[in-house]
Nanobody
Framework: QVNLIESGGGSVQAGGSLRLSCTAS????????WAWFRQGSGKEYEGVAI??????????ARSGFARGRFTISHSYGAQDTYLQMDNLQPDDTGVYVC?????????????????????RGQGTQVTVAS
């Protein structure tokens, strides 16, 4: 079992930036998939980005809202994963949750459901004012 702790959330004006961090309580195998999901008020979890445990092959939500604005990063062997978010908009408001699953590399379907991940954090609130 592993605990994931997110940080870096806050309140910003539209067009602003935030960098979210996720720290694991123990080392995570390189053969793993890390992810960020978000949940708006009254909405389902929505996949934002995924990256392999070796720091390769980042991928983003198929709807396109993250591509070009958000960047997921992770260094091989590190216990941290990051989500850099630029040009934030009010629709980006929500709780951002980090998740990880070991013994799997990321495939696009991992973005479809947070239930595909064995561990997830409590989340960090992001609020974007217009």
């Amino acid at each position: 079992q592993v605990n994931l702790i997110e940080s870096g959330g806050g309140s910003v004006q539209a067009g602003g930036s935030l960098r979210l961090s996720c720290t694991a309580s123990r080392s995570i195998r390189y053969f793993s998939c890390w992810a960020w999901f978000r949940q708006g008020s009254g909405k389902e979890y929505e996949g934002v980005a995924i990256i392999d445990g070796d720091g390769e092959s980042p991928d983003y939500a198929r709807s396109g809202f993250a591509r070009g604005r958000f960047t997921i990063s992770h260094s091989y062997g590190a216990q941290d994963t990051y989500l850099q978010m630029d040009n934030l908009q009010p629709d980006d408001t929500g709780v951002y949750v980090c998740a990880v699953v070991e013994e799997e590399y990321c495939v696009p379907d991992h973005l479809d459901s947070v239930s595909k991940f064995s561990e997830r954090g409590q989340g960090t609130q992001v609020t974007v004012a217009s």
